[in-house]
């Protein structure tokens, strides 16, 4: 599992730590290992020219001492001083002693830099980056230089992954102690470049502010049946999805939930026969949900249109419900907080705007605010789509974010496939937030491995599923 903590908890266990080291040691570290990187990524460090960004915190001595690492081993480094006043003095100092400089030319030191290290502001950071600092940042965005991040870009907020105005794009960020969300939450994530966290002994408490499972942690999820299974016993999963205006959302629901690990896949609505010429293993119904046969998780919602009487009827069953598409805005907020079996939604930024009364653009400028927002007001799991998926229960950290999402899933119908890939897994008995996020895990997976770096439709995503698993599995 790979966690994150915000400002607060990294700030208690930094200080936690500094009371029982040397003065200056934990910034040590921090620098030892960002010089170190910087190193490997410059291959050879005698003669590289680099320049610092320096703001005036300690992400700036960082930056600083991690410089006179370099300077010490034969690079050229040049400092440009954001606040020359309230420089990191220790940090100053060192970089002068190794032989690095003050830049008096910070235009001509940044175009002709191989690597530029970003010690504006780092989790001490509030807003976006002051015109001098996105100036400079501007400069080395266009000179080539490879841009380090120390910590983090600056200019993004650490705990939320918002970005409220000018900030550095890093081909790579250095972060110590911890990851902070919003190194992993969009839109600050897409400005991180390649994350590489240095160990400087924080002790961390068991529950992160947020989570990413891993292959291991997916694989301890998957259902494998035994040799007492039977269809009935790995769940019956029923799909209430599609109309006649759009079948084709319930053939992709069932092509979804027939690879999520349920013995058997439910079909009730008027896309039966368009299900059963694609897939004839499914059982479908006619009626309505609650005259169709037990099941142990409804997906309801994709497709649908506007029967509303169908959703009602889902949602008054007593298992697990997975409310999507259609079904988002059929479902009344009353009914679902009552519910005392689980439910999941799973909007994408555009339906989550709506539930919420804002626009699309609030919801993907706060993903992580606005997938507890909803949880909170629905009493519902949440697995709120997009650049970065996040899911969240209510009342409850971590939040879940998936890290294997892919600008190829943004394709028609690819949602219907991991509804019912999540009704799925619910049906075989994960939790909500368990059954969301492998969902979420292996729908990115399968539809990486089915594009390989060409576009894909939603059929290709179900069929890559299976492949996603086989790796998940496989480690
Ligand atoms: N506390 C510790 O023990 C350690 C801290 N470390 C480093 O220290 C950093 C935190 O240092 P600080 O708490 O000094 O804070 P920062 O260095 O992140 O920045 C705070 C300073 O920046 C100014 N500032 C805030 N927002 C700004 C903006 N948008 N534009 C320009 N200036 C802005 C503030 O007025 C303040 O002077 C970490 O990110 C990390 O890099 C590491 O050395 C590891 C150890
Ligand atoms: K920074």
Not at 342 to 371: K, N
Not at 426 to 449: T, W, Y
Request: glycine share 14%.
């Amino acid at each position: 599992m790979r966690t994150a903590f915000g400002v607060e908890t990294v700030r208690a266990a930094e200080r936690e730590l500094m009371a029982r080291l040397p003065e200056g040691a934990l910034m040590q570290r921090a620098a030892a290992g960002l010089a170190a990187a910087c190193a490997e990524l410059l291959g050879k460090v005698y003669g590289s020219r680099v320049v610092l960004l320096v703001g005036s915190g300690d992400n700036g001595g960082d930056a600083l001492y991690a410089g006179a690492r370099l300077a010490r081993r034969g690079a050229g480094v040049a400092v440009v001083l954001l606040a020359p006043e309230r420089t990191h003095a220790g940090g100053l100092r060192a970089l002068r002693a190794a032989g690095g400089r003050v830049s008096a030319a910070p235009e001509r030191d940044i175009a002709g830099a191989r690597l530029v290290l970003d010690g504006i502001v780092g989790i001490g950071g509030r807003g976006g980056l002051r015109p001098e600092a996105a100036r400079l940042a501007g400069l080395a965005a266009a000179s080539g230089a490879f841009v380090v991040a120390v910590d983090l870009p600056s200019g993004v907020e650490a705990d939320t992954g918002e970005v409220r105005g000018p900030a550095v794009r890093a081909d790579a960020t250095v972060t110590f102690g911890a990851y902070k969300p919003g190194l992993l939450v969009d839109p600050a994530q897409e400005r991180t470049g390649a994350v590489r966290l240095i160990d400087i002994g924080l002790d961390l408490p068991a529950t992160a502010d947020l989570e990413a499972l891993q292959y291991a942690d997916v694989a301890a999820l998957l259902p494998v049946p035994g040799a007492g299974s039977d269809k009935y016993r790995r769940g019956v999963v029923g799909i209430a999805a599609g109309s006649a205006r759009y079948p084709g959302a319930a053939v992709l629901a069932v092509a979804g939930a027939l690879r999520g690990g349920a013995g058997a896949v439910r079909y009730v609505g008027p896309a039966a026969d368009a299900v059963i010429d694609r897939y004839p293993e499914t059982l479908v119904h006619a009626g309505p949900p609650s005259k169709a046969g037990r099941v142990q998780a409804w997906v309801v919602g994709p497709g649908l249109g506007d029967d509303a009487e169908r959703v009602r009827d889902v949602l008054a069953a007593d298992v697990p419900v997975l409310v999507d598409a259609d079904g988002l805005r059929l479902a009344d907020r009353a009914t679902v907080r009552a519910r005392t079996a689980p439910t999941l939604l799973t909007p994408h930024a555009g339906e989550a705007a709506a539930l919420l009364g804002v626009d699309r653009a609030e919801v993907e400028a706060a993903r992580l605010a606005s997938v507890r927002r909803l949880a909170e007001a629905y009493g519902a799991t949440v697995l709120l789509k997009g650049s970065t998926t996040l899911v969240a229960a209510p009342g409850g950290r971590p939040v879940r974010v998936n890290p294997t999402g892919t600008s190829w899933l943004a394709t028609a119908g690819s949602g219907d496939v991991l509804s019912g890939l999540a009704g799925s897994l619910l049906a075989a008995g994960l939790s909500p937030v368990d059954a969301a996020s492998a969902a979420a895990f292996l729908h990115g997976l399968a539809a990486r491995l089915a594009a390989r770096g060409a576009p894909v439709g939603a059929q290709d995503v179900a069929e890559g599923v299976r492949g996603a698993w086989r790796e998940v599995v496989a480690g």
